[in-house]
């Protein structure tokens, strides 16, 4: 089995919604996912677009394709994926970006407007930092606007620690994985 498939197979998992169906979270296939990823980012709303990149940012299939090559190692993305009959998309985008000389990895999530207050935010979010704990990161962070009080408040459920920047105007926050 390649390494691909053999991280992909370790980490899926399936969320169940309350009405019963299923949403699957697996690590992002580069080659295979990069149109389904580009028809998830450009139909993000602006807010959406905004809260997650700290400012509006255009999206290109060429922006895309980067955000979609991933290395499983560096760098991580986990989807959530629902299926409509035949057709697959995805509906949410979970990562992180490791620095490997400090153990430490940026991590930031987007869930789709039509798929939010789902419970799939915080279970992706809890899924990435299972994943990236296997994986050997030591601390994850994210800096996020300070109006976005709805991550502040899935962070602190979860255990993050918050700080404000006021040199940034942003708030910080925290988690550490392993000393
Ligand atoms: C922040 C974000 C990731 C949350 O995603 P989400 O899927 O809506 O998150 P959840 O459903 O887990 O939680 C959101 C709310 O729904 C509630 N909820 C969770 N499961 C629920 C369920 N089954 N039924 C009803 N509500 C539910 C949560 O308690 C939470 O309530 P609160 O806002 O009062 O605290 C999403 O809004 C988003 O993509 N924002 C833009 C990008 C962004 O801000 N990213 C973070 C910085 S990188």
């Given at each position: 089995?390649?390494?691909?498939k053999?991280?992909?197979k ?26 389904m990823l ?15 990149f ?119 926050g ?6």
């Amino acid at each position: 089995m390649s390494v691909e498939k053999d991280i992909v197979k370790r980490f899926e998992t399936t969320y169940v919604l309350d009405d019963g169906r299923m949403v699957v979270f697996r690590p992002l296939k580069p080659e295979e996912d990069v149109e389904m990823l580009y028809q998830f980012y450009s139909s993000l709303s602006k807010e959406k677009n905004y809260f997650r990149f700290l400012s509006y940012r255009k999206v290109t299939r060429w922006i895309v394709e980067e955000w979609a090559n991933i290395n499983y190692y560096k760098s991580m993305a986990l989807v959530a994926l629902v299926k409509n009959g035949e057709s697959i998309k995805i509906v949410a985008d979970s990562r992180y970006f490791l620095d490997r000389e400090t153990g430490a990895a940026e991590i930031a999530i987007v869930v789709h407007n039509d798929w939010q207050h789902k419970g799939i935010g915080t279970n992706l979010l809890l899924h990435t930092i299972k994943v990236a704990k296997e994986m050997g990161v030591k601390k994850i962070f994210a800096y996020v606007s300070p109006e976005n009080r709805k991550i502040i408040r899935i962070g602190k459920r979860l255990g993050f620690t918050t700080k404000w920047y006021p040199e940034m105007g942003e708030y910080g926050g925290e988690l550490i994985l392993s000393e």
